[in-house]
């Protein structure tokens, strides 16, 4: 409808560890609901070399399953799927890519001091976090070309990852976009994890004004031509956070109950599948979720 604001919500990651129904029911309907046209863009990536745990650093991974609902569809009938639930939702399915292998990118350069727990050009994990940043910047490429046919700009944009749970719908977008230099503004949850002292964005699920946008969705090409040149990061929520700061951002600490997500997965047997919130995120345990364990 004429005069709606829009919103682009952007998730890349991994079929298999994709938690929708969270994403439908906590974020995408509660923006309809504040009245906003969404726009949905995904990039999954159907499958991944050896299990669950192929794309992550968290060991714990690896007593993972695919969500019961989608892990024996074909690739056709996902797209279908995850397609029909964005629109039940309210939203719009711009882009619901699931390319069959991750990318083949090579020419990682080395930039000194940047991400230097997990290296993009030697580690799996650095590795994994260049190719989300690549589907988000693809993604990011789309919308533009979305824009320019539709002739407006997006009000506000927001990324996820494929496996956050939110525990409560997302709150204050409309206060965000009334703030002064929203469009320039990035909001970022207030619960930062504790890095051996050092505090990083909690980049999980990040909002960020039109024209913060550039800076933050195109951190893969970025970091390709030199990243950060005098910085010093040790992981992607540090990076992440300098990268916005560096670019002349504002970054805005919003209450944790605004951007309410933790990182979860499902686990169990057949016929005693359940959803659980992966330990050692820094947070008090949800009572809405078990803590995933195994004896």
Not at 9 to 15: A, D, P, T
Not at 43 to 56: D, E, F, K, Q, R
Not at 160 to 183: C, N, Q, Y
Not at 267 to 284: E, H, I, M
Request: proline letters at 8%; a neutral charge.
């Amino acid at each position: 409808p004429p005069g709606k604001p829009m919103v682009a919500v952007f998730l890349s990651g991994m079929k298999s560890r994709l938690l929708l129904n969270s994403t439908m029911h906590r974020l995408l309907k509660p923006l309809v609901a504040h009245g906003f046209e969404v726009h949905v863009y995904m990039s999954l990536v159907y499958s991944a070399v050896g299990t669950l745990s192929a794309i992550a650093h968290n060991p714990i991974h690896k007593h993972g399953r695919e969500d019961p609902l989608m892990e024996n569809l074909t690739l056709d009938a996902f797209r279908d799927y995850v397609a029909d639930q964005v629109a039940t939702a309210g939203a719009c399915p711009m882009v619901v890519d699931v390319p069959a292998r991750p990318a083949n990118f090579t020419g990682v350069p080395i930039n000194p001091g940047q991400l230097t727990t997990f290296p993009p050009n030697s580690t799996t994990i650095g590795h994994n976090i260049m190719e989300r940043w690549l589907r988000l910047e693809r993604l990011w490429n789309m919308s533009l070309d979305v824009e320019r046919h539709l002739r407006t700009r997006y009000s506000l944009l927001m990324w996820a990852k494929d496996s956050s749970i939110m525990l409560s719908d997302v709150e204050g977008p409309r206060e965000w976009l009334a703030a002064p230099g929203a469009d320039r503004t990035v909001w970022a949850s207030d619960r930062q994890p504790s890095l051996q002292g050092r505090l990083g964005v909690r980049d999980k699920m990040l909002a960020f004004g039109r024209q913060a946008a550039p800076a933050v969705m195109t951190l893969f090409s970025s970091f390709m031509h030199g990243g950060l040149p005098g910085s010093r990061t040790s992981c992607i929520e540090q990076y992440v956070e300098q990268a916005v700061l560096m670019a002349g951002l504002k970054l805005v600490m919003v209450p944790h109950s605004s951007l309410n997500e933790l990182e979860g997965m499902f686990s169990g047997p057949d016929g005693n599948v359940s959803l659980c919130v992966l330990p050692n995120q820094g947070f008090p345990e949800p009572a809405a979720y078990p803590i995933c364990s195994w004896g």
